[in-house]
Nanobody, 113 residues
Framework: QVQVVESGGGLVQPGGSLRLSCAAS????????MGWYRQAPGKQRELVAT???????NYGDFVKGRFTISRDNAKKMVYLQMSSLKPEDTAVYYC???????WGQGTQVTVSS
């Protein structure tokens, strides 16, 4: 059984930065694509960013250069560096091991003054 655990959420002011971390267990981490998704109240879950096993990245249109996804295969970690945060970025952020389908429990990000 794979476990996916997010951390790093919290309250940040508009224009601020936050780094989310995702730890995934399992022997095949390095060959799996990983992704960050988010869900705001009353809205559908949406793609934030993905990173392939080879390090290729893909971002949701709303990111517009503000977020960076990265991975450390040796540590079995995926990160989402977020900057220039806006109130509309407020959501629960989820990490997903894409190929296996495992989701984490989510971490709340609130952008507010």
């Amino acid at each position: 059984q794979v476990q996916v655990v997010e951390s790093g959420g919290g309250l940040v002011q508009p224009g601020g930065s936050l780094r989310l971390s995702c730890a995934a267990s399992g022997s095949f981490f390095r060959i799996y694509a990983m992704g960050w998704y988010r869900q705001a109240p009353g809205k559908q879950r949406e793609l934030v960013a993905t990173i392939s096993s080879g390090g290729s990245t893909n971002y949701g249109d709303f990111v517009k250069g503000r977020f960076t996804i990265s991975r450390d295969n040796a540590k079995k970690m995926v990160y989402l560096q977020m900057s220039s945060l806006k109130p509309e970025d407020t959501a629960v952020y989820y990490c997903k091991q894409i190929d296996s389908g495992y989701w984490g429990q989510g971490t709340q990000v609130t952008v507010s003054s």
